[in-house]
């Protein structure tokens, strides 16, 4: 009977359980035994997806450019997914910051509450701060710069480095288009029979998915709680109106916003679109990294979408890399959240600095967990906001990485169903 079941209902059978789990775990404070026979299955299972993400980048998007007819149809076609992708970021970054001035929920955290955050994070922010104080000081143009690898093969080793992985494949797959068809058709066909290998390599990795996922489950809550539940639930009283607002943006994002878009410009029901995506975010959600959930997210949008694959396979890398509307609106959300804590009344003009930059951190910040809180110390450095404010926020950020994981990807989705249609492609 368990064979039958949906992929995604194995999903969320394995999420329950280990939220169970997990509090089993705590209640009766063995967390020695989750660390050292639970965690490691939940490490594998990541690992599994960011050992294919790569090879699947590199395969689909080659494939997927040199099987376009010309190079100006993949101008157009870049044109077109990166306006997308811009301007549901900016409109993501606008609810977050009407939301938080609107509800306010730094007005509602104790000064006791603010000093114990500090000192609990003060060490993990340090480094964090020093990671964005590299960023901080590069030219503005920097992020131009870090798309050219110097090393094809040194960037491939690092998952982070998806935007010179990407350019590598697009300037491949346009040289296959440019030489004659003769003399490169076995590069071709090798690329293609590649692509199916890797396909095939994802349906046997997501055969583990809910095992994995309750190992994840299990993990966040023993890493996150400890072992005082009572702490924890203080914690989240305390945070919580901050948190409500942040969620409340990235609802309003998934359930207006998006079957916005997708009634205008893709014609397609919105609960047949979530229904199809579904899978995708649950691993969005339990691995909070867009870049290990591509696989999955490639596999949804062309198996239950009817997306083709020279379209996915070019705007869904894409994304992972610059559309990050969930990741946009939590950056607004917190700085001003952390400028009420501090008492610090921001101006038009530096809530409009606030929406630039955050758009452009989104461009080029790596798809993997906890990437938003080092471009969000450059957000707060943007506007003259102390860094320190960022340690009231750690606390709760797993859980709301996770969610707005699950919007990051559900935009890559829903931008390549829009294109796919526009490209009259949709439904081949």
Excluded at 182 to 190: C, E, G, L, P, R
Excluded at 223 to 233: E, K, N, P, R, W
Excluded at 333 to 350: H, K, W
Aim: proline share 4%; hydrophobic share 55%.
């Amino acid at each position: 009977m368990l064979r039958k079941l949906p992929l995604y209902v194995k999903i969320l059978i394995g999420m329950f359980l280990g939220l169970a789990f997990g509090f089993l775990v705590i209640t009766f404070g063995i967390q020695h035994f989750a660390t050292d026979y639970i965690k490691p299955f939940g490490t594998i299972f990541l690992n599994l997806l960011k050992l294919i993400a790569m090879p699947l980048i590199f395969a689909s998007l080659v494939s997927g450019v040199s099987g376009l007819s010309d190079v100006s149809r993949l101008s157009k076609l870049g044109i077109k997914t990166i306006s997308f992708y811009i301007v549901t970021t900016i409109i993501a970054v606008t609810i977050g910051l009407v939301l938080v001035s609107v509800i306010r929920p730094g007005s509602y955290v104790s000064e006791a509450k603010r000093v114990e955050l500090l000192e609990k994070y003060s060490f993990d922010l340090a480094k964090r701060q020093q990671a964005a104080e590299g960023i901080a000081q590069q030219s503005p143009l920097q992020f131009l710069v870090d798309i050219v690898p110097e090393n094809v093969v040194n960037a491939a080793s690092n998952n982070t480095s998806m935007l010179q992985v990407i350019f590598f494949a697009i300037m491949f797959g346009v040289a296959l288009i440019l030489v004659p068809h003769s003399k490169v058709a076995i590069v071709k066909d090798f690329v293609a029979g590649l692509n199916e290998v890797i396909l095939k390599i994802v349906d046997i990795v997501m055969l583990f998915a809910p095992f994995g996922v309750f190992a994840l489950m299990v993990t966040l809550l023993v890493d996150f709680v400890g072992t005082d539940l009572g702490s924890s639930v203080q914690l989240f009283t305390s945070l919580g109106l901050y948190a409500l607002t942040v969620i409340l943006g990235l609802l309003l994002i998934i359930t207006l916003v998006y079957p916005t878009f997708l009634k205008l410009y893709a014609k397609i029901n919105f609960k047949k679109f979530y229904r199809s995506i579904f899978p995708a975010q649950l691993v969005a959600f339990s691995t909070s990294s867009s870049a290990a959930t591509l696989p999955v997210t490639m596999e949804q949008v062309e198996k239950e979408l009817n997306v083709p694959n020279e379209i996915s396979s070019f705007v869904l890398p894409v994304g992972v890399t610059i559309n990050m509307d969930g990741t946009s609106l939590y950056q607004a959300v917190a700085t001003v959240f952390i400028a009420e804590v501090f008492g610090v009344e921001l101006t038009l003009v530096q809530l409009l600095t606030i929406l630039i930059t955050a758009t452009l951190a989104s461009i080029g910040s790596a798809g993997v967990p906890g990437a938003g809180i080092v471009m969000l110390i450059i957000v707060l450095n943007s506007v003259g906001l102390p860094v320190e404010g960022l340690a009231l926020i750690l606390a709760i950020d797993r859980p709301l990485d996770m969610l707005r994981t699950t919007v990051n990807v559900t935009g890559d989705a829903m931008i390549a169903t829009i294109i796919a249609k526009s490209e009259s492609k949709l439904g081949e």
